[in-house]
T-cell receptor, first 117, second 111 residues
Framework: EPEVTQTPSHQVTQMGQEVILRCVPI?????FYWYRQILGQKVEFLVS????????KSEIFDDQFSVERPDGSNFTLKIRSTKLEDSAMYFC???????????????FGPGTRLTVL | SQQGEEDPQALSIQEGENATMNCSYK?????LQWYRQNSGRGLVHLIL?????REKHSGRLRVTLDTSKKSSSLLITASRAADTASYFC???????????FGKGNQVVVIP
């Protein structure tokens, strides 16, 4: 069964450093997402991406964050200058295009645990 | 129940029993999805129910949706130790494609 994959599984970085989290969505999916889950808290939406551009972003997704689809298979989340509060599990997800404005099933990857020291 | 300011629900049951968990939401929705998360792991999609549906089944799972009460329930029948996990509901709304997650229900199935 096709699945979303993410690398690395765990990333440790120093505050102020840049990190890139990588995702390979399910191959025939066209919508891509990033969510994060701070330990013990809700899963929060960050951004959605379609047709090589951001289709929606949350208030969390500020100028420190960026996303990119550098090739036909990868989808990346970059945090330019990490802060302590960026420590969280970051999930990538993908889905088929919404039908008539609906949100379809989103399939999540296993996550990357980011630890900022 | 999930969402709003409710505390996450924790449920401990014996293997073979049924587990029921609830989710409430505040806005109009297009669909509601349930996910399972094993400790420290990824989110596994379980089932999606659309706003015009009232009940849906998938294997040992039964989900109901009451849009008048803005609530949903997930029933796991004949629970197994492997069902031990956190269960999250997530709502999808019209006009956007973000999912809004609840705080989760922790279920422990004792062998």
């Amino acid at each position: 069964e096709p699945e979303v994959t993410q690398t690395p599984s765990h990333q440790v970085t120093q505050m102020g450093q840049e990190v890139i989290l990588r995702c390979v969505p399910i191959s025939n999916h066209l919508y891509f997402y990033w969510y994060r889950q701070i330990l013990g808290q809700k899963v929060e939406f960050l951004v959605s991406f379609y047709n090589n551009e951001i289709s929606e972003k949350s208030e969390i997704f500020d100028d420190q964050f960026s996303v990119e689809r550098p090739d036909g298979s990868n989808f990346t989340l970059k945090i330019r200058s990490t802060k302590l509060e960026d420590s969280a599990m970051y999930f990538c997800a993908s889905s088929d295009p919404p039908l008539a404005g609906d949100t379809d099933t989103q399939y999540f990857g296993p996550g990357t645990r980011l630890t900022v020291l | 129940s999930q969402q709003g300011e409710e505390d996450p629900q924790a449920l401990s049951i014996q293997e073979g029993e049924n587990a029921t968990m609830n989710c409430s939401y505040k806005t109009s929705i297009n669909n509601l999805q349930w996910y399972r998360q094993n400790s420290g792991r990824g989110l596994v999609h379980l089932i999606l129910i659309r706003s015009n549906e009232r009940e849906k089944h998938s294997g040992r799972l039964r989900v109901t949706l009451d849009t008048s009460k803005k609530s949903s329930s997930l029933l796991i029948t004949a629970s197994r130790a492997a069902d031990t996990a956190s269960y999250f509901c997530a709502t999808g709304s019209y006009g956007n494609n973000r999912l809004a997650f609840g705080k989760g229900n922790q279920v422990v199935v004792i062998p």
